[in-house]
């Protein structure tokens, strides 16, 4: 039997066909196969750039810009109909909002790079129209006022944080509330200590009060508003990023609709609703310092004074500290208190102020920078100090007020 002749390997898109006989012949007409169809060609959103820019600014402050898993830099962008869903991820944390911004109706679904988005948007006019449009594997996006557009690699898919499906009974907090709360009490937070359970805020929500605690250790804030509604009590840790990225988020408005925030816990979890966002966030786990024994209780000593001369006191003679050692040395006496503070090079700063006070005399040492984080986040024009002796912690409250108390431990000078 004669053995049949070479054939060349077919090219791509061509097709055998039976011949005359049986036998296989080479096709005559080349026939190419089909390419899976395209997706049309999609506006996603058109809208001014200050307005585009501001709803993604919103969701992508907790995006990294150099991340372990890539993927997580991205924003998820879903359109369904007229709304346009925008959600980022660290695994930790998600942040979700919706808005109207335009474009062609649709169902439309990818993520982009969040923050390369941004950082072409803000080099463009606030008030020149953009747009965001599919096409292929990319999306363009193109300013309407100049010829500029940029094609960003669009891909699909993006970790989510699995909300937790048992979430405690929700309340609502003015948000002007909230975050003066977490302005008077942040700063005290650790940061990467290796407490864990130190490096966050504790939530504390129970009958009609919500009270905020941050330590290091070192010192410790106390602050606490009143609810609308009584709610049983719930404890949680809220992670450093969280807190931030709230204080970011929130708004400071104020007034009969000023707006609010809803709050809800879970055991490992915490949501936040508000101004059509979505944020949930993991929780710390571990079990926070009992606060409550920490905050010291019927000082013989107390002086009350203004703030601001006090805090304008603490950053003049701060000046005259090292880098390492921020340590100052507050002289307490009948009608006067005194504030020194020296250096490794001999210079000294000593600066006094004129008190109603009757007490005994104190010498005390502190770091500086506690003392100013406290004064500097308070907004009343008087504080008191409540203090034993020269090696007890010192109590810096609001007079006639008892939601806002802080802690300051001693430093040897």
Known sequence: MARAPFRKPLRSGAKWRVG????????????????????????????????????????SGIVERRHTLPILANVLIRKTGNALQLTTSDLEIQIRTTAELGGDTGDFT???????LIDILKTMPGDQTVSLESQAAKLVLKGRQEPFHAAVAAR???????????FGPAFSVPQKVLKDLLGQVSFAMAVQDIRYYLNGILFVAEGNTLSLVATDGHRLAFASATLDVEVPKQEVILPRKTVLELQRLLSDAGGENQPHIEMQFANNQAKFT?????????????????????????????VTLGRA??????????????????????????????????????????????????????????????????????????????LSDGNSSALLTIPENDTFKYVVMPMRI
């Open 20 to 59: 005359r006989h049986g036998g296989m012949a080479h096709a005559a007409v080349r026939t190419r196969f089909l390419k899976p169809p395209r997706v049309d060609d999609m506006i996603v959103l058109k809208a001014t750039q200050d307005k585009v820019l501001a709803v993604l600014q919103s969701v």
């Open 110 to 116: 990818t993520t982009v790079g969040a923050r390369k």
């Open 156 to 166: 699909r898919g993006l970790p989510l944080v699995r909300e937790s499906a048992a």
């Open 274 to 302: 508000f101004g059509g966002m979505e944020f949930v966030t993991k929780l710390v786990e571990g079990k926070f310092p009992d606060y409550n024994r920490v905050i010291p209780k019927n000082h013989k000593n107390s």
């Open 309 to 386: 001369p006090l805090l304008a006191s603490l950053q003049r003679t701060a000046i005259m500290t090292s880098d390492k050692f921020k340590g100052v040395r507050l002289n307490l006496e009948p009608g006067t208190l005194r504030v020194a503070s020296n250096n490794a090079e001999q210079e000294e700063a000593v600066d006094e102020l004129d008190i109603d006070y009757g007490g005994d005399t104190i010498e005390i040492g502190f770091n500086v920078t506690y003392l100013i984080d406290a004064l500097a986040n308070m907004g009343q024009d008087m504080v008191k100090v409540e």
